[in-house]
């Protein structure tokens, strides 16, 4: 992202935001209001109010003060765990229960008998308490000038008051409350998935203090400490094996069903499990800077964006307020029936269709993260859902980017050890996969690789560096003579890659490097075709006959000799012609080429790939199959926001003819008001198990 983003802040304040959309808009708007603040967003049901500022500019305590002047007192941290699924049984049969008094009442008449019963100030008293604070929401925001859903409620409410229909006011109030309910009980089970990957969080560590092993908070532990982590434990943090062997199940990171061996020397993750054996782990990395704190606090971010989608939900709910109002005064006009219009007031609630996109979104990011699959935010399941080109970058990518030096040729008398051991010296401080390699090859040979004393990348070509006074370039075998060319040329269409390695402007060797394709890339692209995804194609600095061998057996295209550029414009190109582009890297050297795509996607060990800022996405297990995956999930998510939209359409649009011509009682009207929230949530809990 771009530097300017770079030197702003960010803070999470607790809200005492009233869990309705118009009022979180405006808090929103009071919070952009505020100078030096830069993005504001307000999520509604959770009181959580997340903005990015200037620091230099202004501090959380003047945003935090613009709070508290706009009305909306600093609260509690938000706490609890949402209600469980054998609440939503309960909500269900009470509701039913309820709705069956409320037709029952209307049609036998017992609202009517039981309206004659008690004397009309109870009634209205009862009505005033139990709306109190919905009542509050509509003054508050009247106050302000704005119109939100339960203003209309309110009114319907008021005619039924107006017209001695006191028990129905009194429903009706009772139906708000509940259509409140579960608008949040809604918006609460979508978190559920998100929710869930945090109570994966480790809680303690044993760490060695002073030769003593003590449990401490997890997040409580320094890098460079060691930590002792046990069978059925969780490792606690980012960190190094100093001793012992053991089987570790990193499922809550990666989504990786098999555990792994892990011994002295590798790396273990915070919130993987250690299921046999015993580690000691030197800690690098902590809490929030942990692989796994990263990870939580991207899909918690992902919660705030707003696909577009959404916004033109959000617009439409705009329109929607005035149509209703309207309808409700023609039909007051039309056929003097208080009743019907209040019916037709209190049938439409605006939030179903604010909540149709935002809880299938959660659905799915949350699922998808289960699975290993980070994904920065609903509008880019939107865009994948059509993506039609996918650009894939090669070394570590495609292939498994651990290439072995296959082959070392030295030209004109020079000895292979001493090639070998220049181009080391020159690869030393390269984050390049082949400079990996041909570190791993040197130092396999037993060879003494001196450290440069000057270095320098050259960005899709190579490196040139000063080793022992002369200067060394390690890179694409350009500018050489026909005779190495051709010996170049011999190992390439074997599929390896070749790089030349020169001291002072005289090729003095090649090395010939190997890199397999990864498992599974096959029947990723076959799925990835299937599901209508038209070009595919190998990105790639290497050069064709490398290209070539690498894309052919797979079936994709190819494209040789881009420099990252170059990529960039290939990558703008297909957007130009109006394409979808997914790119697909290892987020090092292709982080711009990632960023100009619709979707970039990283893809990497845990870790790795979450260090690509540029990404969108985050697979952080390299495993092709989770691509073709999400697109099909991102599909399954598009349609289930457009199912979710259409019904609350149909269902208004119904419910407001019916009470328009007086077939709808306020009663029922205000009982069946929440019905679409149900829908939307039944509708979007499937996707959960889509992944
Ligand atoms: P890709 O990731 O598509 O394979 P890169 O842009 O990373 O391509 O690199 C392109 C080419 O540049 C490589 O195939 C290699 O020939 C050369 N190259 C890049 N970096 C290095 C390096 N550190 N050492 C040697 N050669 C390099
Ligand atoms: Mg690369």
């Not at 997340?50 to 945003?63: A, F, H, K, Q, S």
């Not at 250690?274 to 991207?298: N, Q």
């Not at 959000?314 to 029936?337: E, H």
């Not at 920065?376 to 070394?395: P, S």
Request: proline share 5%.
């Amino acid at each position: 992202m771009g530097t300017v983003r770079d030197s702003l802040q960010r803070t999470v304040l607790d809200v005492d935001a009233p869990d309705c959309r118009d009022c979180a808009r405006h808090l929103e708007e009071v919070l952009q209001a505020v100078p030096g603040v830069h993005e504001a967003r307000v999520l509604s049901g959770t009181g959580e109010a997340v903005v990015v500022y200037d620091p230099g500019r202004t501090r959380p305590e003047d945003v935090r003060e613009a709070v508290r002047r706009a009305g909306y007192a600093p609260s509690k941290e938000v706490t609890g765990a949402g209600p469980g699924r054998s609440l939503l049984l309960v909500l269900g049969a009470l509701f039913g229960a309820v709705l069956l008094v409320a037709v029952l009442g209307e049609w036998m008449g017992w609202l009517d008998a039981v309206n004659r019963k008690l004397p009309w100030p109870v009634w209205v008293a009862a009505a005033a308490v139990g709306g109190l604070p919905i009542f509050r929401n509509v003054v508050r925001a009247a106050l302000r000038g704005r119109v939100i859903a339960h203003t209309l409620m309110t009114v319907g409410m008021l005619a039924a008051l107006a017209v001695g229909e006191w028990a129905a006011a009194l429903v009706i109030v009772f139906f708000m409350r509940v259509g409140e309910f579960t608008e949040r009980f809604t918006q609460e089970r979508a978190r559920d998935a998100v929710r869930h990957l945090a109570r994966m969080s480790p809680q303690t560590a044993r760490v060695e203090r002073d030769g003593v092993e003590v449990q401490v908070p997890a997040s409580a532990v320094r890098p460079g400490e060691q930590v002792v982590v046990r069978p059925g434990e969780a490792v606690p943090v980012d960190g190094e094996v100093l001793d012992g062997a053991a089987t570790v199940d990193q499922a809550a990171l990666t989504g990786e069903a098999m555990p792994v061996e892990v011994g002295t020397g590798d790396k273990v993750f915070a919130a993987s499990v250690v299921r046999a054996g015993y580690l000691r782990v030197r800690a690098t990395a902590v809490g929030p800077e942990s692989t796994f704190g990263r990870a939580l606090r991207l899909v918690q971010e992902a919660e705030r964006d707003r696909a577009p989608v959404q916004l033109a939900a959000d617009r439409f709910s705009g329109y929607y307020l005035p149509v209703v109002a309207a309808l409700a005064l023609v039909t007051f006009l039309v056929r003097r029936d208080p009743l019907a219009t209040a019916a037709v007031l209190v049938v439409a609630c605006s939030c179903s269709f604010a909540l149709a996109t935002p809880v299938a979104m959660l659905a799915c990011l949350g699922a998808a993260a289960r699975a290993g699959v980070l994904v920065k935010g609903g509008r880019y399941l939107e865009l994948l859902a059509r993506a039609d080109v996918v650009l894939v970058d090669k070394t570590g990518t495609l292939t498994v980017g651990r290439p072995e030096v296959a082959e070392v040729v030295a030209l004109d008398g020079a000895r292979e050890e001493d090639v070998l051991r220049l181009a080391a010296s020159a690869e030393r401080y390269s984050e390049h996969p082949l400079a990996e390699a041909i570190r791993q090859a040197a130092q396999a040979r037993g060879l003494l690789v001196p450290a440069p004393d000057r270095f320098e990348a050259l960005s899709g070509f190579g490196v040139r560096a000063e080793v022992a006074g002369r200067t060394v370039e390690v890179g694409r075998p350009e500018g050489v003579s026909a005779s190495v060319k051709a010996v170049a040329a011999r190992l390439e269409r074997l599929g390896k890659t070749v790089v030349a390695v020169s001291a002072d402007g005289r090729p003095v060797g090649l090395l010939a490097l190997a890199d397999g394709p990864r498992p599974g890339t096959g029947a990723a692209f076959r799925a990835l075709r299937e599901l209508g995804v038209r070009h595919v194609e190998l990105l790639t600095g290497d050069n064709e006959h490398v290209a070539e061998a690498v894309a052919r057996p797979l079936g994709i295209g190819w494209r040789a000799r881009l420099l990252p550029e170059e990529k960039i414009e290939v990558v703008g190109g297909y957007q130009a012609r109006g394409h979808t582009v997914v790119m697909v890297g290892d987020g090092v050297n292709d982080a711009p080429a990632l960023a100009q795509a619709h979707v970039g996607v990283a893809m990497g060990s845990a870790g790795t790939a979450l260090a690509a800022e540029a990404a969108h996405v985050v697979l952080l297990r390299e495993d092709w199959a989770l691509l073709p995956r999400l697109i099909l999930l991102s599909r399954r998510a598009m349609r289930t926001v457009w199912l979710n939209l259409g019904f609350t359409l149909a269902y208004n649009a119904l419910g407001l003819s019916l009470a328009a011509v007086g077939l709808l009682p306020p009663t029922l009207a205000a009982a069946l008001q929440s019905l679409p929230d149900l829908f939307i949530l039944g509708n979007s809990s499937r996707l959960l198990r889509k992944f």
